[in-house]
């Protein structure tokens, strides 16, 4: 068991390269084995391309192989045809005679059908390696199928004593809490998640393009809370370049290709409402970035699934509070001058 653990650990590795990339599809890896020695990998790497599976049989370059060895994959081969044809198809034509693998797949349109075709080919399966690793490796997924919502992120920046801003700004742009290498790594967060959400004041306090200008990745689909239509016709958010759904109280004329527009309640069970709409645009995973009013929206309503908040170096003496959240720290990180607290909720 312990040598299947090493390669299912490979595939978690392997995995983590598509972070970002693969959305509506989980992250994935595959390992080959023959008589103990790696002969073939591969992962997911852009939704629409070859899956895990394909790709570390395609690296194997004697394929005669196949018929004595093993192979190794984080999440259960599909068995059904979406963009790329079923990945067991291709292990059944190959003759592969051992599939190992960390978990099942939740999405109702594999959920054991993979396992089971296998199993039917003749083919000797086991399930169940380091299968905690391979739920938490594809956490956003497993949220989306299992909790029919994105997985939500809260992110903020707090002064020593507190406060997340100013009370009263004279630019239109953020007034900066943390360091540069923190400002960089949330940026990187953004590229990883599948949308990025904000509060209307955010908007209109510091027009953010709420991209990945400080990393190499793909921007978020961005997401606005704006009940009564006050966003600034000069916002970034409206420059059409990236997906942008504006929620509102009610829809106005000018939705563009790429911008629009949900109309929601915003009297009672918000955070309720967002979450189902965000579902029903396969959106599997947003970071909420502020304000201080909607990310104590989700606190109140315990939709979050964690928490990133840094602790900069610097004193506000006033402004507006930081949000009241239970923090269960699971881990601390030190940036420079700036401390990272990462929390989860398990409720």
Known sequence: MKIHEKYIRRCIALAKNGLGATYPNPLVGSVIVYEGKIIGEGWHKKAGEAHAEVNAINSVKDKALLKKATIYVSLEPCSHYGKT????????????????????????????????????????????????????????????????????????AESQDGFIAPLQKIEQKPVWIT????????????????????????VIDDNPKLDVR??????????????????????????????????SNSKISDEKEN?????????K????????????????????????KTLQTFIDAN???????????????????????????TEKIVIE???????????
């Open 303 to 329: 939709l979050w699934d964690e928490s990133r908040i840094f602790i900069g170096d610097i004193k506000l003496s006033r402004g507006i509070k930081t949000p009241i959240i239970e923090k269960n720290q």
């Open 269 to 292: 069970d918000i955070a309720i409402h967002i979450v189902e709409l965000l579902y029903n645009h396969q959106i599997q995973s947003v970071i909420i970035e502020g304000g201080a």
């Open 214 to 247: 400080d990393w190499t990745g793909n921007n978020p689909l961005r997401v606005v809370l704006d009940p009564n239509n006050r966003i600034p016709k000069n916002s970034h958010i409206l420059d059409n370049q990236v997906k942008t759904i504006l929620f």
């Open 179 to 202: 360091n540069a290498y923190s400002r960089q790594m949330v940026h990187k967060w953004r590229s990883e998640e599948q949308a990025i959400l904000v509060g209307i004041q955010t």
């Open 85 to 156: 044809p079923p990945c067991c198809n291709l292990i059944i034509q190959n003759n592969i005679p051992n599939v190992i693998i960390g978990t099942v797949d939740p999405n109702i349109k594999v959920a054991g059908n993979g396992i089971k075709k296998l199993i039917e080919a003749g083919i000797k399966v086991t399930v169940g390696i380091l299968e905690l690793d391979c739920h938490e490796l594809n956490k956003r997924f497993f949220t989306f199928h299992k909790k029919k919502r994105p997985y939500v992120i809260l992110k903020w």
């Open 259 to 267: 911008t629009i527009f949900e109309n929601i309640n915003f009297e």
């Open 337 to 347: 001058t700036d401390e990272l607290i990462i929390s989860r909720n398990y409720d």
